[in-house]
Nanobody, 124 residues
Framework: QVQLVESGGGLVQPGGSLTLSCAAS????????MAWYRQVPGQQRALVAN???????NYVDSVKGRFTISRDIGKHMVFLQMNDLKPDDTAVYYC??????????????????WGQGTQVTVSS
């Protein structure tokens, strides 16, 4: 099992900044890509940004220029630096990993793993 734990959410005023962190732990595993998603009640969970092991990052258009995803591969951590936050950024943010468990020296089939989410609220 790959366990993901997010931190760094909270209440911030419009135009403010927050940095989200996600740490992966558990048994032996190999992570190939990591991502941040967000979800508003009543809406579908949507991709915000992802990053591969080579550092290539992708962003949803609405956060380009404001958010930066980064990764510490050795620590199995991913971060999301959020600047110039807007009320529409309010959501529960989820960490995601595309990863394989390693059992008996063998990599298992990869799958998606999710954290529990951290609330980000942007309000005056």
């Amino acid at each position: 099992q790959v366990q993901l734990v997010e931190s760094g959410g909270g209440l911030v005023q419009p135009g403010g900044s927050l940095t989200l962190s996600c740490a992966a732990s558990g048994g032996l595993f190999s992570i190939y890509t990591m991502a941040w998603y967000r979800q508003v009640p009543g809406q579908q969970r949507a991709l915000v940004a992802n990053i591969d092991n080579g550092g290539k990052a992708n962003y949803v258009d609405s956060v380009k220029g404001r958010f930066t995803i980064s990764r510490d591969i050795g620590k199995h951590m991913v971060f999301l630096q959020m600047n110039d936050l807007k009320p529409d950024d309010t959501a529960v943010y989820y960490c995601n990993a595309w990863a394989s468990l390693v059992k008996g020296g063998q990599a298992q089939s990869p799958g998606h793993y999710w954290g529990q989410g951290t609330q980000v609220t942007v309000s005056s």
